[in-house]
């Protein structure tokens, strides 16, 4: 273990896996360093367990029905209770912890890399290409995100992917401005200019020399957007516009339980928890990231 | 709203954290060659300068609206497959189809379609709604008073209760008044703004009977003062009617707060934040050295420079209330914008989706636009 520890410390490393290796293993020290981040580890960690394994931690089927048990208060069968078709909410909460990381991976999966290239290549060229993709982006970031994700669903059509697309549509412009941001700042640098020098393309440059070096602001962006994705996503859910029932997606499981939410709280309330949770533990490892990855905008405290 | 609304805004917070927090330095303009050139020549005065400065926002802003309305035609004209089927339904027959196509003008060249879009549109035309049967530009006239009224309400409580948090918590900075204020503003960003409104609706209305319940007034009252703003708190006060003005209080209360706690825990953030970098400049340690009052120190020389920054924030938290009341007024049966693009969206009510889009989307650009101006202008440092 200590070799392993000393291997990976090494203030001289002899290649390029054991330096990147190496810095890894000091940011995700001084991650742990962070009680919060910690925390927020944790809680991903959790759900993303649950997803692995939901069939195993669900005690009951996520859409098997059971008339006969309907809307049972919490107690030691059902811990959150039933919904109105029987089922056991603890069970669907854990199968859409499945529902849920598949959202944010597909919305950060597609969102990043198309603002971050089209960033790169607004802040590499500068110019005519500079100022027509910074409009575009503008324009989008000045839309309001939830009405334009809603607006776009209604055309393409209620659903769970035609919800991931809409999201990504909306949530691309935030990752070309840090990606163009960043580009500028090193765009004249010696070492791109070396590069030049050496004949390599444009693509080649963006591709291998300048977005590396933008990933780290991003993967804090990313992280820190994660719960506004979880946010809207459930919302889109919750008017009935996101996954569709059965699916136990949470806000969807929300919006069934609105009708019963005076007599039968726990229907509506238990999803909201696995949200808030969920939300609050990206928020925690984003700022913690954020002190660890990109020093420059950590918050004073 | 969060994010939704606020997603909370959003998503909409996530990119109001990046234009507003920190520095500032998304706000400002880079100074176009033409600027530039300007600046070199020193030959302009402060008119010209304020002239260009003006006619370079308008056109920006054109540029944003023009940008809105080809995001709403691609999406009413370009994603569906058939809207001419949409219209006319499937069952139609071949000449039907064939005339709504051409009425619908859905034969002429995408551009030309998106050109008379934009004339319809500048003259107020929206077309029709499905679900109402009324222009959709009527329809909008008549449920965005209640938004407004809400979002308004909102955004006051977010003030009133924010800023004040937030320079508590920058001078007890690490105290546990500190710690509550983070733990709300993170909240603010991850709690689901529908599952509150349920929550509160639960607790505040059902529960303890504090508050009235959906809907913007008891059914007894609807229709008995005369609408002049739409604005029901300000119409039973001109029709001197106190008992409608504390019902309609009482409906508006508990939607208006919830709205209020998402631009409260993003307003006290940015706040603290301003706060701890001006309670660090030399300055304000001269004034105590000096033994300035630590209160007058605090109100006066750290919270006279952040309020321009805070300007912002308030601009941007209020456009963002707009948006966010969606969310909270599907949840409450309020009436307003939010509600009718939510039904409209059910029914797949294209021209009005898409009028409601025009609309949140002109109201959230102006705002943020304005604030930006705002800031430029009042801020010294900010002009050039």
Redesign the interface.
């Known amino acids: 273990m200590s070799a392993v520890r000393e291997w990976l410390l090494d203030d001289s490393p002899s290649s390029r896996l054991q330096a990147s290796f190496g810095r890894a293993w000091r940011m995700f020290s001084a991650l742990l360093r962070n009680p919060l981040a910690v925390a927020g580890m944790l809680i991903i960690l959790a759900l993303i367990a649950m997803a692995a394994f939901a069939p195993w931690i669900a005690p009951y089927s996520a859409t098997g029905q059971d008339l006969a048990n309907r809307l049972v208060p919490p107690s030691a069968q059902h811990w959150m209770g039933t919904d109105e078709l029987g089922r056991d909410i603890f069970s669907r909460v854990v199968y859409g912890a499945r529902i849920t990381l598949m959202i944010v991976v597909m919305v950060a999966v597609i969102a990043a890399p198309v603002g971050l290239v089209i960033g790169a290549v607004s802040g590499y060229f500068g110019g005519w290409a500079d100022r027509i993709l910074m409009g575009v982006t503008d324009i989008f970031l000045s839309m309001p995100k939830l009405i334009l994700a809603l607006a776009f669903v209604a055309a393409l059509g209620p659903g769970i992917e035609n919800a991931i697309i809409a999201i990504a549509i909306t949530s691309w412009p935030v990752y070309a401005r840090i990606a163009r941001a960043e580009t500028l700042t090193f765009r004249d640098a010696e070492f791109i200019a070396a590069v030049r020098l050496q004949g390599a393309s444009a693509m080649r440059i963006i591709l291998r020399h300048v977005l590396p070096l933008c990933a780290s602001s991003t993967i804090v962006r990313v992280t820190l957007d994660m719960a506004g994705i979880i946010l809207t996503a459930a919302g889109l859910g919750f008017l009935g516009l996101g996954a569709q029932p059965p699916l136990p997606e949470w806000g969807a499981m929300i919006s069934r339980g609105r009708n019963f939410i005076l007599d039968q709280w726990w229907v509506a309330t238990m999803p909201g928890f696995a949200i808030i949770l969920v939300s609050l533990g990206f928020c925690f490892l984003g700022d913690g990231l954020r002190d660890v990855l990109d020093p420059k905008q950590r918050e004073n405290r | 709203m969060?994010?939704?609304?606020?997603?909370?805004?959003?998503?909409?917070?996530?990119?109001r954290?990046?234009?507003a927090g920190?520095s500032g330095a998304?706000l400002a303009f880079e100074p176009s060659p033409a600027e530039t050139r300007l600046h070199a020549g020193a030959v302009a005065g402060h008119a010209a300068r304020g002239a260009a400065s003006l006619l370079r926002f308008l056109l920006v802003l054109a540029?944003?609206f023009l940008?809105?309305m080809a995001?709403?035609f691609f999406?009413?004209r370009v994603?569906?497959i058939d809207p001419v089927l949409a219209v006319v339904g499937d069952r139609a027959t071949q000449e039907a189809y064939e005339a709504a196509r051409e009425r619908m003008g859905l034969d002429r060249p995408l551009v030309v379609q998106f050109l008379s879009y934009v004339g319809d549109v500048l003259r107020g035309q929206l077309g029709n709604s499905i679900s109402t049967g009324r222009s959709v530009a009527e329809d909008l006239g008549r449920v965005f008073p209640a938004t407004l009224e809400m979002a308004t309400l909102g955004i006051i409580i977010g003030v009133a209760l924010g800023v004040p948090m937030g320079v508590i918590a920058a001078t007890r900075?690490?105290s546990w008044v500190d710690q509550v204020i983070r733990v709300l503003g993170?909240?603010g960003?991850?709690?689901?703004?529908?599952?509150l409104g349920?929550?509160g609706?639960?607790v505040f209305y059902?529960g303890l009977g504090w508050v009235a319940g959906p809907g913007r007034i008891d059914i007894f009252y609807d229709g008995l003062v005369d609408p002049v703003t739409g604005l029901y708190l300000v119409d039973s006060l001109i029709a001197g009617e106190p008992e409608i003005f504390w019902n309609a209080v009482s409906h508006l209360l508990l939607p208006a707060s919830i709205l209020g706690f998402f631009s409260l825990a993003y307003i006290a953030r940015m706040t603290r934040?301003f706060m701890?970098?001006q309670l660090?400049q030399e300055y304000v340690t001269t004034a105590r050295v000096k033994g300035v009052a630590e209160r007058r120190v605090i109100w006066r020389h750290a919270f006279y420079p952040i309020r321009i920054q805070l300007i912002t924030v308030i601009g941007l938290s209020y456009?963002?209330l707009?948006?966010?009341s969606?969310?909270i007024e599907?949840?409450f049966s309020w009436p307003g914008i939010g509600n009718y693009?939510?039904t409209?969206?059910?029914n797949?009510d294209?021209n009005a989706?898409?009028g409601?889009?025009l609309v949140?989307?002109s109201v959230?650009?102006l705002v943020?636009?304005i604030s930006d101006v705002l800031y430029r202008v009042l801020d010294p440092r900010a002009r050039r």
């Open positions: 969060k994010a939704e609304f606020f997603v909370c805004s959003k998503r909409f917070f996530n990119r954290a990046l234009t920190g998304f540029l944003t940008g809105l995001i709403t999406i009413g994603i569906p900075q690490g993170l909240l960003y991850s709690v689901p703004a529908f599952w349920l929550v609706l639960a059902a934040s701890l970098d660090g456009a963002g707009l948006e966010g969606v969310m599907t949840v693009l939510t409209a969206l059910l797949a294209m989706v898409l409601a889009t949140i989307g959230f650009i943020n636009k």
